[in-house]
Nanobody, 115 residues
Framework: QVQLRESGGGLVQPGGSLRLSCAAS????????VGWYRQTPGKEREWVAT???????AYADSVLGRFRISRDNAANTVYLQMNSLKPEDTAVYYC?????????WGQGTQVTVSA
């Protein structure tokens, strides 16, 4: 069974950094794309970044230049390094993958950017 588990969220001041982790089981992050999304109350879930199996990546304009997605195949984990955080980055962050057409989401990790 495919499972994703996010961790690393927390409270950080504006301008600070956090690194989120998405640990996978039941599938290999090296062979499937993994995306990061975020959601705030009352809004739709928003795409943040994607890393595909071949190593290509993409970012939403709102995080370009501040966030970096990476992968550790040995740990079967995808990371989201978030720098220069802004209050508008506050959200629950989720990772997602697809295996044989089925979508899988983690439970989410809360990121709060506040002074």
């Amino acid at each position: 069974q495919v499972q994703l588990r996010e961790s690393g969220g927390g409270l950080v001041q504006p301008g600070g950094s956090l690194r989120l982790s998405c640990a996978a089981s039941g599938t290999l992050v090296s062979t499937n794309f993994v995306g990061w999304y975020r959601q705030t109350p009352g809004k739709e879930r928003e795409w943040v970044a994607t890393l595909v199996s071949g190593g290509a990546f993409a970012y939403a304009d709102s995080v370009l230049g501040r966030f970096r997605i990476s992968r550790d195949n040995a740990a079967n984990t995808v990371y989201l390094q978030m720098n220069s955080l802004k209050p508008e980055d506050t959200a629950v962050y989720y990772c997602r993958t697809e295996v044989r057409g089925a979508k899988y989401w983690g439970q989410g990790t809360q990121v709060t950017v506040s002074a």
